[in-house]
């Protein structure tokens, strides 16, 4: 009797080990799509209003010396006209733009509101086309935009020149209704100082529920709406003690990654000893969508690096764990993971 029970619980080992490594090989080119870039839980982004001196003088550099970058939603006007150049050189640094029309003022029909989102859209496209044909779209406050364009109208105008509308309409930025992961009702716009408690609020809200939260500021320790200096530097500091939770990219590459992932599939077509095969779509237009998602696969035992290569574009990215992690596009052709050989 005994003889038996040591047979079976032998048996039953074998058989166990045997189906775990089974498993494991059947588990090689298995992926999944990372909610946010790197797999961080959830996404903070910062944004700026009306392009203001003081986001050149108070915002920019407290952002840049800790390497976090913010959307302008710039217009003519106040310190974008007077110090043109500066405003020119952020994107050197990672900042991108946002159209909020050209010059924020009353329009009298449609045909005046084309010629501000126009000429918007011109000039960002102009003097930064590595931000991407995309930009995200803020009606200017406190104008008769409103009373003059239907949404219809105002849609169509967005749609001819590829903006993202927040509040519905075409590209809009998660839409009231859709995914609550990614809807609108995350952003808030200060108008008026905040304390750290009630910013850090928003940093939190991206960490407890794996979001996309994003404030949009007016002036910083100065000018109209103003939000003091300090509970805002706290606030990047706060973020700085986050890091490897969340994603901290531009408001435009957080929303292109948002729309992508929400109907993004992945499928492995090809598994050999030495190279996957995986395909990527989305049902985002790849020429406004053009942010890469970052995917993990598992990989066979062995790999130390594995190339990476799409349309012709190769990286090579360490294995850890048994996985990979890299950044492809969505709809832009087969991708295919191979055995690299790590350079000594
Ligand atoms: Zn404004």
Redesign the pocket.
């Known amino acids: 009797m005994r003889v038996n029970i040591y047979r079976v619980f032998s048996l039953l080992l074998i058989s166990f080990s045997f189906v775990s490594s089974d498993t494991l090989e059947a588990q090689v080119g298995e992926t999944r799509i990372c909610k946010w870039k790197d797999d961080k839980i959830g996404s903070f982004t910062i944004g700026a ?2 392009a203001l001196n003081s986001q050149l003088d108070n915002m920019v550099p407290e952002l840049s010396k800790r390497d976090f970058v913010a959307t302008f ?1 710039i ?1 003519n006007k106040y310190s974008f006209t007077s110090r043109n150049k500066e405003w020119r050189a952020l994107p050197k640094q990672g900042f991108d733009f946002a159209n ?1 029309s050209w010059t ?1 003022r009353n329009i009298a029909n449609i045909d005046e509101a084309e010629e501000e989102i126009k000429k918007a859209a011109e000039a960002i496209r102009q003097f930064n086309p590595s931000q991407g044909r995309l930009l995200l779209w ?1 009606r ?2 406190g104008t008769n935009w409103g009373k003059v364009l239907t949404q219809d109208q105002e849609n169509g105008l967005l749609k001819k020149y590829g903006m993202a509308h927040e509040s519905g309409g075409p590209y809009n930025w998660g839409g009231r209704g859709q995914n609550q992961a990614f809807s609108t009702r995350n952003s808030k716009n200060i108008w008026g100082n905040k304390s750290f408690d009630e910013l850090k609020y928003h940093v939190d809200k991206a960490i407890n529920k794996g979001v996309w939260s994003f404030l949009i500021f007016h002036g910083i320790g100065g000018d109209h709406m103003k939000q003091d200096l300090k509970p805002f530097v706290e606030m990047l500091e706060y973020m700085e003690q986050n890091k490897d939770k969340l994603w901290f990219p531009t408001c435009t590459q957080a929303y292109k990654y948002a729309k992508e992932y929400q109907t993004a599939k992945c499928n492995t077509s090809k598994v050999s000893k030495d190279s996957i095969v995986i395909n990527l779509s989305s049902d985002t237009d790849p020429e406004l969508f053009d942010y890469p998602l970052s995917l993990i696969t598992k990989i066979s035992s062995g790999w130390k690096t594995c190339k990476v290569t799409q349309n012709g574009n190769s990286s090579t990215y360490p294995v850890k764990n048994g996985e990979v992690m890299y950044e492809v596009l969505p709809n832009k052709g087969e991708i295919k993971l191979t055995k690299a050989i790590a350079s000594r």
């Open positions: 209003d009306d939603w217009v909020h924020h803020c200017p406050g």
